[in-house]
């Protein structure tokens, strides 16, 4: 009976693996036309004791090429290690005070989750055109916010997302990557389950 499980799991990695598209590789979209005008975009990124990893994740964040009107709302959800305080400290050494705000969530509403009554305390101070969602431990890369605002504006879209790259160091996180990325392309209907 287990070698009967474990062939079949073999056969359906190699499905997935070979099979199936190659829906885990990287999918590169072509370059969007840069437009006439670009929209302004706030970044809203809601963070809880994340002072640890501010120094990449919002450093790159600050750093953007963008060139249009942007700024970005750190949503300081009552942390405990400084996160706020840490956040203007980057921005002062990247000479962007000017592009960051530190909100302090409200105290958690009636039947609201942390996360997402945080998210709202940014869109509430948000006047852009357009609004960017980010954990906060994500890395950008410095062309990512003209990408998706070009990407944007071509396709006349209200609503875009990267997937971002999975940070992986152990053999099993590698190897459920596949599966992961797999079943969340079906649930959410990315382009590459098309």
């Known amino acids: 009976m287990a070698t009967a499980i474990g062939a079949f799991s073999l056969l359906g990695w190699v499905y997935l693996g070979l099979l199936h598209g190659r829906f885990w590789q990287p999918l590169f979209a072509a370059p969007a036309i840069d437009p006439v005008s670009w929209p302004s975009i706030d970044i809203i990124v809601p963070a809880r004791n994340e002072a640890d990893i501010l120094p990449r994740s919002l450093g790159s964040l600050l750093l953007q090429d963008y060139p249009g009107t942007w700024r970005i709302f750190l949503i300081d959800d009552h942390s405990t290690d400084g996160t706020g305080d840490i956040a203007r400290k980057i921005a002062a050494q990247k000479n962007q005070t000017q592009r960051l705000e530190v909100i302090t969530a409200p105290d958690l509403p009636k039947g609201w989750s942390g996360k997402v009554a945080a998210m709202q305390a940014g869109v509430a101070r948000s006047q852009s055109d357009y609004i960017l969602f980010t954990d906060a431990d994500i890395a950008h890369p410095k062309d990512s916010l003209r990408k998706l605002a070009a990407r944007a504006v071509e396709m006349r879209l209200d609503l875009t997302s990267l997937m971002v790259k999975l940070h992986c160091t152990t053999f099993a996180e590698k190897l459920l990557i596949p599966a992961f990325v797999f ?11 098309e």
């Open 183 to 193: 079943f969340l392309c079906h649930a959410l209907s990315f382009r590459p389950c």
